[in-house]
């Protein structure tokens, strides 16, 4: 019913920025509250930011909080996370997630959830 595809991953030194891109096929997702969370190896799945359907509201993750900037294009299906001043323990597969009902930034396993992309930071 919905593909979700991240984009923008890759490999960077402790410092440095990256772009990350998810794109939605499949319906629209105007109204819709968009969030992105990350896994590092071994760990259990982090919460990194979210944004309302409009881009009216958005949250961060105690850890990204003053480096990453989450934002939305409706026109384009597309949402977006700045990511400045990267530090190692930012690693991790980053996946975006579309709420599949309701207007709440609690996404679970029954929303709509990405592949992910990688992101690795070096020392």
């Known amino acids: 019913q919905v593909q979700l595809v991240e984009s923008g991953g890759g490999l960077v030194q402790a410092g440095g920025s990256l772009s990350l891109s998810c794109t939605a096929s499949?319906?629209?997702?105007?109204?819709?509250?968009m969030g992105w969370f990350r896994r590092a190896q071994g760990n259990e799945r982090e919460f990194v930011s979210a944004?309302?359907?409009?881009?009216?509201?958005?949250i961060y993750g105690d850890s990204v909080k003053g480096r990453f900037t989450i934002s939305r294009d409706n026109a384009k299906n597309t949402m977006y996370l700045q990511m400045d001043n990267l530090k190692p323990e930012d690693t991790a597969v980053y996946y975006c997630?579309?709420?599949?009902?309701?207007?709440?930034?609690?996404?679970?396993?029954?929303?709509?959830w990405g592949r992910g992309t990688q992101v690795t930071v070096s020392p």
């Open positions: 499949g319906r629209t997702l105007s109204t819709t509250p």
């Open positions: 997630v579309a709420k599949r009902r309701g207007a709440d930034m609690i996404f679970t396993t029954a929303d709509d």
């Open positions: 944004i309302g359907g409009t881009g009216d509201s958005t």
